[in-house]
């Protein structure tokens, strides 16, 4: 049994920090290569990095003794990179997908339901409050993930979720109502 291995053993069985630190400060560069590797963002990298280990100390009960600690915390960052990769992907979809179907609805571009539509998201947007509006400005104009976002407008990630969603809603009934001509 190599060191890793009883390292990791002794913080799986008795819950030893001291025991995970050394795992992570031998393991700690070679997630955050493969990180980089499959980011090309150092900052990302970091922070998916940081994540999986703290996945790691919280799933540390699944380590089976006698395997190589490396490859599962590799395993652990790869799933931590792919739940970050779907989460930016849901994040993008969910008001760019408002306003396609909105304001594109498959119709030409001189369609005259397509410009009502579009002025009517326009006016519904400029009734949203400025922490909204930053909201969508960092998310859809920055292209920033909501968890990114969250964290710079010091929120938790959850929330920031719900008020995307929340202010998806708000925009498409907005526009609904204005397109119908009631208040």
Known sequence: MDDLD????????????EAFAQVVENCHHLIRATMLRETADPELADELAQE???RAWVKREQYRPGSSPRAWLITIARSQLMEYHRRQDRDRRHLRELVRQEL????PPDDP???ERLVALKAC???IGDEHRRLFE?????GMSSDA???A???RPDACRQRLSRLQRRLKECAERRIEGTP
């Open 6 to 17: 009883g390292w990791m053993t002794r913080a799986r069985e008795h819950g030893d920090q």
């Open 52 to 54: 999986a280990l703290s």
């Open 104 to 107: 594109l609805r498959h119709q």
């Open 113 to 115: 339901q397509q410009v």
């Open 125 to 127: 947007m400029a009734e």
């Open 138 to 142: 960092l998310v859809h104009g920055d």
């Open 149 to 151: 976002a969250a964290e």
């Open 153 to 155: 407008m010091g929120i």
